[in-house]
């Protein structure tokens, strides 16, 4: 650091004594290469950290001061206090064997991106205070758009994350209804309101009936339409639903279909939900943010036939897309209608450019919006459309070994069809068919094999069946890392069953 | 970078055709140096640059390719494009003479910890999936509160920004009334609810209206009350409408007070406007989340009194904390209320620590949740408490200076009190008094001076006035910042005027 200028170790020690001011340059410089290495190293050494870290509810908490320090501390310290208190007090998402939830991974662009992001502070609230964060989240969102395959007239936005996107979307679904005059009059104070159903399936993610108690629409205003044997909703059923709450004085607007549920990965039948909402004139948003990104690899492509009939769709490029996280992306092919629920300009944000550049504030909840298109653009550079679709394909890949190794052996059961990167099942010893007992086994199954911290994984229920979920989706995972899981999976239950 | 290893340049430029797996370490370790002196030369040399960019709608987005490349590119060839397409698109946040809206400084430990933040890709949706990024969010979001020297059972979450945080507020306000069963039958379909009230300033944010219409509550369902001639919500005229409210059948249910209005920074009398709701029983919500940061300041402690008495209140470090965005806290008082409005526990989330752990999604609508505490740790030990504060004083300093030079020249008005770093005024030469012709005169001094980009104003209307807001707030604004941009305005007068 020398090298580049005059000594400065005194100010880099007394940096602490500046009263006014950022840290001076040269410490920013030092403790930046420095922590580029201690990444750097953290990367390439991830597999030597736990996955789950060996803490207790409060242990972070309690090592850390009850109060903040009056006076400034030197970075040589807090850093210090990153190794010592942070990390291992960490859930390792960047490990290999991470096999719990749906996986997000950082990949080395997209932290770049991130610093950058830090550094640079942007804030696209109106086209003016970002032109080039605006215009890049635009870009950024139609490139994936075409690499989704969805048609020219979806329009998309950048959200933190699935839950915000889909509360949006089911706002946008309420003003699509223009009778009620949803804006100004809202729906207290009237008697002319009967309640408004969404309806979705009951393999569908916590986020749409969260929705629907944030916006004061009530869970019991959500519909939770049966699955069929894969776990997709039923569209006769649908039919019949929407049929039965229009007979009793209800308003249906809105399906909420999923490509990809959380619990089994399970597909929707979008087509012929498309088919419904359209005859009945509903909002359909589907809930593809794990899924969709799928269909980047063109021979998956299907898995969104019938999405281009959607009238809105998120998907989450921080989830299978080697993007930190946060980044979920809105899509709607009915931006007219985003706007119009939550457009509202103040005086003081009006600019010069209001008629002709677009305010991305306009079209949703948040009026500050940072920088995160440059992650998905550095992203989408570095690995190139094939590089990401070559890196899903060996996901399914590997995926299909691990449901293989499954089906295999005797002692497991597959619970669900493998459309994507999770595989649900359960240990089934053959004499034990007691469904209390196989509950129970594999529950402390789970525990057993996180107790162990060096892989994680989650749980989900099918109906009444307690089913363990592993989900290969890391970028940095590769058929070693799912071959260890299993085997730590086979030990555990080995000892379990001695 | 070779010293460290064998040569890699081959592996470095032939990461494109790498087809899975992340970058190679040592190609991160290579970029990851050279951003490093990238973002130090940017930080050092921000005055460079000019703060508005010479750009037009659509000039970045038409810069870009219209579609992304099928294979994977080279970081030197995406850092080129950075430097070439989007720095001369962007607004500098970070430059020292960017005086518009309410600054955001993005200071040196808080850009280290988001690069930090971004590698580790914590997730804190569970106390399971972070443990660490859960407890620090609640220990830093404790040492600010105590800083602010708000009492201990306020309990507060990281949300991204104050539109989100005050939504969350009004939802938790809606959810305060017990008796509407609001969580599970919601607002429709029901002949019982009568029109649900929220007061407010007619000066407060517009985030206040956007969670109105967000929430189905409605525009028409926001009260916006008159203020004194300091801009400040007239306690009589609040009991006036909620009396005259409650006559004609409504419900009052909330009231958002402000601390430091976005025009022009005036406070609401917090302590009479409690008053009022505790007799009245209606949820009270402090927007302080730009003035609120002053009270880190021990003799300005004074401007969130009355605050221990509210039942909710936003601030944002993002704003005047020197903390990159986003990052904005709801503090509460009622933390149950807020659970019992969104928490909804999937089985796929249920862990074996949900009785002894706090799990932070569910307080909020995002389930998942980026490690920001981080950035927030990172600056509040860097600087210190009195480091904090001396800068802040610092910009209250400077922004009296700037007041002085207003009221020293008879060409210009001060139209409101200065308590903050926003001023507010307007170029008033003698003899010009017809006030459509003030207003333009100053909408033409503000467009001039914007033009120029080498500093940034934003405006506002004080009812139907055009006022000038001058903001000093950065991190790296100096006396002769503010002196330099009160110079390019004189100028910019002298050239209209001639």
Chains 1, 2 share one sequence.
């Not at 089994?264 to 088919?275: F, H, K, R």
Request: charged letters at 25%; proline letters at 6%.
């Amino acid at each position: 650091m020398k090298k580049k200028g005059p000594p400065v170790d005194h100010e880099v020690n007394a940096g602490v004594n500046v009263s006014v001011g950022d840290m001076p340059p040269e410490e920013f410089r030092k403790y930046g290469h420095q922590l580029v290495d201690w990444v750097a190293d953290y990367l390439q050494n991830i597999e030597r950290y736990p996955v789950l870290p060996n803490v207790l509810p409060g242990d972070v908490r309690r090592s850390l001061p009850a109060s903040p320090p009056e006076d400034g501390e030197t970075m040589d310290k807090i850093l210090a206090d990153v190794d010592r208190l942070i990390i291992p007090g960490m859930t390792h998402w960047n490990h290999p064997r991470f096999h719990a939830y749906f996986n997000s991974s950082a990949s080395s662009p997209g932290i770049l991106a991130e610093f950058l992001s830090a550094a640079l502070n942007g804030n696209a609230m109106v086209w003016q205070s970002g032109p080039a964060v605006t215009e890049l989240e635009e870009v950024t969102v139609d490139w994936l758009r075409q690499m989704l395959g969805l048609p020219a007239d979806f329009w998309g936005m950048i959200l933190d994350t699935a839950s915000t996107s889909t509360l949006h979307a089911v706002v946008a679904a309420r003003e699509s209804l223009a009778d009620l005059n949803m804006r100004e009059q809202g729906l207290t104070g009237r008697k002319d309101i009967p309640r408004l159903r969404l309806y979705t399936s009951e393999f569908a993610h916590s986020s749409v009936e969260k929705a629907m108690m944030t916006l004061g629409l009530g869970l019991g205003s959500v519909c939770k339409i049966p699955v069929d044997e894969q776990f997709r909703m039923r569209p006769d059923a649908l039919a019949e639903a929407i049929a039965r709450d229009r007979h009793s004085g209800m308003r249906p607007f809105c399906v909420v279909a999923t490509v990809g549920t959380t619990s089994v990965t399970s597909i929707d039948p979008i087509p012929a939900i498309a088919d419904i909402c359209e005859r009945e004139g509903l909002w359909l948003h589907v809930d593809a943010a794990y899924g969709g990104t799928a269909a980047i690899i063109p021979e998956m492509r299907s898995i969104l036939a019938g999405c281009e009939r959607a009238d809105s769709l998120v998907v989450n490029p921080h989830k299978w897309m080697f993007v930190p996280v946060d980044l979920s992306i809105l899509y709607t092919r009915r931006p007219k209608i985003l706007r119009q629920a939550f457009s509202l300009v103040p005086e003081y944000l009006r600019t010069a450019h209001d008629d002709v550049a677009r305010n991305l504030m306009d079209y949703g909840v948040p009026l500050g919006r940072r920088f995160r298109a440059l992650k998905l653009w550095f992203v989408l550079r570095y690995f190139g459309v094939n590089g990401l679709a070559n890196r899903l394909r060996e996901h399914l890949r590997i995926a299909q070994s691990f449901k293989s190794w499954i089906e295999a052996d005797p002692e497991f059961e597959l619970l669900a069809p493998v459309h994507f990167g999770a595989i649900c099942f359960r240990a089934h010893p053959p004499g034990v068919d007691d469904e209390n007992q196989l509950d129970s086994l594999n529950e402390r199954l789970l525990n057993a094999v996180n107790e162990r911290r060096d892989m994680f994984l989650s749980h989900t229920k099918l109906g009444r069946t307690y089913a363990l979920r592993m989900v290969i989706g890391h970028l940095r995972t590769e058929e070693v890392h799912a071959k260890k899981a299993w085997e730590l999976i086979l030990q555990e239950l080995k000892r379990l069953r001695v």
